[in-house]
């Protein structure tokens, strides 16, 4: 079990660009969640796969935020025309399950820096 | 709506000091109860878990009894480290279906030597 995860570590990016990140869960977990946090604050919920179909999105993101998760295992974030607002580290997250929520285990985040 | 409620931090200690962070929750049903850690510069890792009523979550000295008849899920360590040093998270699941979890602001705790 190689745990959750995640790629760039790290994005610096100028405003209005685009940024993609990635994120490979744990094999065997079926559901996967992102979450945006800021310095201070705890995790706030993106959206969330349950193997390939996007089930929840957060209202509070708008519609530069898209993610996919096209066969079940490995889901991108993608950010179009960046904010300064966006500065953020991005968490990805997996589970298990199919009815209660279990667990999730986390990885190590994305920072982005928007300037 | 559901929502967790947790002791505002910045906590500061001296080694082997009692450690008590206060949690509650409001929540439809009784789900499972969880507690994450994060230590500095790293992501979140799950710290101890309760999956019913009356259980007690343990894992690296720190404890959790998963209260039904106060919603609450207060952690506590006997004797903390330097090394314990990181923010700490409440996280009820959603109720419902229960498939997310509620995220407070966490609890910045300081361990002085």
């Known amino acids: 079990d190689t745990g959750v995860s995640q790629n760039p570590r790290h994005k610096i990016t100028k405003r209005g660009q685009n940024v993609t990140f990635r994120c490979d869960p744990i094999?065997?977990?079926?559901?996967l969640y992102w979450y945006r946090q800021t310095l201070g604050q705890g995790p706030e919920f993106l959206t969330y796969?349950?193997?390939?179909?996007?089930?929840?999105k957060s209202r509070l993101l708008s519609d530069r935020f898209s993610a996919e998760r096209p066969k079940g295992s490995f889901s991108t974030l993608e950010i179009q025309r960046t904010e300064q607002g966006d500065s953020a580290m991005y968490l990805c997250?997996?589970?298990?399950?199919?009815?209660?929520?279990?667990?999730?285990?986390f990885g190590p985040g994305t920072r982005l820096t928007v300037t | 709506g559901d929502s967790v409620t947790q002791m505002e931090g910045p906590v500061t200690l001296s080694e082997e000091a009692f450690l008590t962070i206060n949690c509650t929750y409001t929540a439809t049903g009784y789900p499972s109860l969880f507690w994450y850690v994060q230590y500095p510069g790293e992501g979140l890792q799950l710290l101890l878990k309760a999956t019913k009523a009356d259980d007690k979550g343990s894992n690296k000295g720190f404890e959790a009894t998963y209260r039904k008849e106060t919603t609450s899920f207060h952690l506590e360590k006997g004797s903390v480290q330097v090394s314990d040093s990181a923010v700490y998270f409440c996280a009820p699941p959603r109720g419902g279906n229960n498939r997310k979890l509620i995220w407070g602001l966490g609890t910045s705790l300081a361990v002085n030597p």
């Open positions: 997250a997996s589970s298990s399950g199919q009815v209660t929520v279990n667990e999730q285990y």
């Open positions: 796969f349950q193997n390939e179909a996007q089930l929840e």
């Open positions: 094999s065997e977990h079926n559901r």
